[in-house]
């Protein structure tokens, strides 16, 4: 066909490379330190043929006109090579390099037409090294992504990659977070709501007003100690959904569904509440739950001694502790079903705990106080 005629002497090629391949894996005589340097020159034969057929459809994208029309007359100046990295490895792209008369900034179609303006990496690839970046550091990707495809971009590129991200993710932090729930919400295959946040003091990379406290982190050493330090406030929430089993002696409650969340710096955790607040609200008004479970530490949300301070019923007064009102009034809900077991109940600093669906339990709450008995409200309040 013609529009693959491009793809004629690779394949000749790739065809050649394989058959050696398969010379070395016919016989008996087939070592397996053998066999992996053939798949190791079976990857590097792919990877070729890869990086082969992008150029040829690039190619195929690219403006071949003397001058485009876009408003005013752009002419094609140079052609102007630019190093793409694809899953296949690193390839250079000629691309036609238009600009006005006049000057002023060029346009470059065969960019804009591949998604490829002010991009290094090809959209997959970035992808990847963002997942990845959320689990590891940078050097760690780069290691990974090296033993993956072959040939993995650096480590500058995929901080830089990572930053760009996280940027936008920030800037647009709201829109990100509609666009998620609308495109995969929390799925509703459970019986078990559990939401949580915590928060905790983290050091920055930068010079503080005073000294700090020691470091946790393992790359700490003696001579930072005393230093000036800046710490500040990071925050982790989470939703999720659980199955849980009809006989919980036998067998463990399967996680069908999870969200989280993170927020540095951000002092007191408001926006992050809120959007777990908000996850909740969504996620109860696409499913039903029978059993609902909150965790979260006693310090409060602005302000105030960091004693515990039990809801005192499931209306606007739960806005006195750590919890929206929304979250108190939906933790503090009874279930319709009895709790199968104790692991229900929502266990404090002190460790007692208030189980907030069980009918065996007299009292009940949304945020359950340290000093025993379970300082609560009457069950009989309770109901939602």
């Not at 065969?110 to 963002?130: A, K, S």
């Not at 647009?172 to 949580?196: I, S």
């Not at 500040?232 to 659980?242: D, I």
């Not at 607040?277 to 530490?297: I, K, P, S, T």
Request: overall charge negative; proline content about 9%; glycine content about 8%.
């Amino acid at each position: 066909m013609e529009c693959t005629a491009f793809l004629r002497n690779p394949l000749v090629r790739f065809e050649q490379q394989v058959g050696a391949v398969a010379q070395v894996c016919a016989g008996e005589a087939l070592t397996p330190e053998q066999f992996r340097l053939a798949l190791t020159a079976l990857r590097t034969a792919l990877n070729e043929l890869g990086r082969d057929s992008v150029l040829g459809l690039v190619a195929r994208a690219e403006e071949h006109s003397d001058t485009l029309e876009r408003g005013t007359v752009y002419r094609c100046k140079e052609v102007s090579p630019k190093e793409w990295f694809t899953p296949w490895g690193k390839i250079s792209v000629p691309r036609r390099l238009y600009q006005a008369d006049r000057g002023g900034a060029c346009v470059v179609p065969v960019d804009q037409r591949c998604g490829m303006v002010d991009r290094f990496m090809v959209p997959m690839v970035e992808r990847v090294c963002c997942l990845l970046g959320a689990q590891l550091v940078p050097a760690e990707v780069e290691q990974a992504l090296a033993e993956i495809l072959g040939e993995g971009p650096s480590c500058t590129a995929i901080q830089q990659v990572v930053r760009e991200v996280g940027q936008h993710a920030e800037q647009y932090a709201v829109e990100c977070e509609v666009a998620v729930q609308a495109e995969q919400p929390l799925a509703p295959g459970g019986n078990a709501l559990v939401a949580g946040w915590d928060g905790t003091m983290v050091p920055l990379r930068q010079a503080g007003p005073k000294p700090g406290r020691p470091s946790r982190c393992p790359a700490h050493t003696a001579t930072t100690e005393g230093q000036a330090t800046t710490w500040k406030e990071a925050g982790v929430g989470m939703v999720a959904v659980y199955e849980l089993p009809s006989d919980p002696e036998q067998e463990e409650a399967r996680r069908r569904d999870v969200r989280y969340f993170a927020r540095t710096p951000e002092p007191k955790m408001v926006h992050l509440v809120d959007a777990v607040a908000a996850q909740v609200e969504a996620a109860l008004a696409q499913g039903h739950f029978d059993y609902h479970l909150f965790m979260a530490d006693a310090a409060p949300r602005s302000g105030g001694s960091s004693a515990p301070t039990p809801c005192s019923a499931p209306s606007p007064s739960c806005s006195t502790s750590s919890m929206p009102p929304s979250i108190c009034r939906w933790s503090a809900r009874r279930s319709s079903t009895p709790v199968v077991r104790p692991p229900n109940a929502i266990s404090t600093p002190g460790g007692t705990a208030c189980d907030t669906t069980s009918t065996a339990s007299p009292t009940c709450c949304a945020r359950c106080d340290a000093t025993p008995p379970n300082a609560g409200i009457p069950r009989s309040s309770c109901a939602s």
